[in-house]
């Protein structure tokens, strides 16, 4: 079985500057993925300034849907689920999936370190035609003691809902910009991360392990800023899976879209 992963943080549907709605554009990007599976974060499940400001019919296109985002982008080609993080007088946020297969269940997990940055890990079943799968849509926080015990809350809901080696995916923002969780999620859940599992069956990866003077894998990609990436935040981690290709989206339509760049990866079912 072949399944095609993607994974976005889509900062609300408003473009970094300016604050310019983007979600019919983000709508239009996300069907480029041409991905089963989709796994998104800052999600806006509603904003009422916005739906007010931006909601009228302009030139015969809504410049904000009256339904949620997650909705708005699954349409009819995929089911979707919502994970509601952030929560404000006008709204709230979170993460999302959206999936070809139908989602058995959802739960989501409040990770949040402090009252003034709600996080949370959205799990998902989705049903395919050869097994269940566990998806786990993940945005962790922006301080580093904070992250690792939200990956260790990571790593106890995967254990508590996959304990028997069940096929797993986790994608999403893990603001890991030293990677220091890796190590940890792969000894703790016997997971890969898709650009170090490409890289450790490469020459390239041979040659950094052999510097390195250890078996250590090479580094995730680069997603952030989506305009010259730089920083590793965004990540999709296996089990179970053969990773056939991964990639980062770059270029100009991906830079106007939102502050990362999207993930995508073809896997094989082991």
Same mark, same amino acid.
């Given at each position: 079985?072949?399944?095609?992963?993607?994974?976005?943080?889509?900062?609300?549907?408003?473009?970094?500057?300016?604050?310019?709605?983007?979600?019919? %554009?983000?709508?239009?990007?996300?069907?480029?993925?041409?991905? &089963?599976?989709?796994?998104?974060? =800052?999600? #806006?499940?509603?904003?009422?300034?916005? #739906?007010?400001?931006? /909601?009228?019919?302009?030139?015969?296109?809504?410049?904000?849907?009256?339904? %949620?985002?997650? =909705?708005?982008?699954?349409?009819?080609?995929?089911?979707?689920?919502? /994970?509601?993080?952030?929560?404000? &007088?006008?709204?709230?946020?979170?993460?999302?999936?959206?999936?070809?297969?139908?989602?058995?269940?959802?739960?989501?997990?409040?990770?949040?370190?402090?009252?003034? =940055?709600? !996080?949370? @890990?959205?799990?998902?079943? +989705?049903?395919?035609?050869?097994?269940? +799968?566990?998806?786990?849509?993940?945005?962790?926080?922006?301080? =580093?003691?904070? !992250?690792?015990?939200?990956?260790? %809350?990571?790593?106890?809901?995967?254990?508590?809902?996959?304990?028997?080696?069940?096929?797993? @995916?986790?994608? /999403?923002?893990?603001?890991?910009?030293?990677?220091?969780?890796?190590?940890?999620? !792969?000894?703790?859940?016997?997971?890969v991360e898709v650009f170090d599992e490409l890289g450790s069956r490469s020459r390239i990866g041979d040659l950094? $392990?052999?510097?390195?003077? *250890?078996?250590?894998?090479?580094?995730?990609? *680069?997603?952030?800023?989506?305009?010259?990436?730089?920083? *590793?935040?965004?990540? +999709?981690?296996? $089990?179970?899976?053969?990773?056939?290709?991964?990639?980062?989206?770059?270029?100009?339509?991906?830079?106007?879209?939102?502050?990362?760049?999207?993930?995508?990866?073809?896997?094989k079912l082991a």
């Amino acid at each position: 079985m072949k399944i095609r992963v993607a994974t976005y943080n889509i900062h609300k549907g408003v473009s970094s500057i300016r604050s310019t709605p983007r979600v019919v %554009a983000l709508k239009k990007a996300i069907a480029q993925f041409d991905a &089963d599976v989709v796994f998104l974060q =800052e999600v #806006q499940g509603r904003h009422d300034r916005y #739906q007010d400001k931006f /909601g009228e019919e302009s030139r015969g296109h809504r410049h904000w849907p009256q339904s %949620a985002q997650h =909705e708005f982008f699954a349409g009819e080609s995929h089911h979707s689920a919502y /994970g509601m993080n952030a929560v404000y &007088d006008h709204g709230h946020h979170g993460n999302a999936l959206l999936s070809a297969y139908p989602i058995e269940n959802s739960h989501n997990h409040d990770v949040s370190d402090h009252a003034y =940055e709600q !996080r949370g @890990i959205l799990h998902c079943v +989705i049903n395919t035609q050869t097994c269940p +799968i566990h998806c786990f849509v993940v945005h962790l926080g922006l301080f =580093e003691s904070g !992250r690792s015990r939200q990956n260790q %809350a990571l790593i106890d809901c995967v254990n508590k809902s996959a304990p028997n080696g069940e096929p797993v @995916i986790i994608a /999403g923002d893990f603001n890991d910009w030293r990677n220091t969780l890796s190590d940890k999620l !792969r000894n703790a859940l016997d997971v890969v991360e898709v650009f170090d599992e490409l890289g450790s069956r490469s020459r390239i990866g041979d040659l950094v $392990r052999g510097l390195a003077g *250890r078996d250590k894998p090479v580094v995730p990609a *680069r997603t952030f800023p989506a305009a010259l990436p730089w920083f *590793r935040l965004d990540r +999709i981690y296996v $089990r179970g899976f053969k990773v056939d290709t991964a990639q980062v989206l770059h270029g100009t339509l991906w830079a106007k879209l939102s502050d990362h760049a999207p993930i995508v990866a073809n896997l094989k079912l082991a």
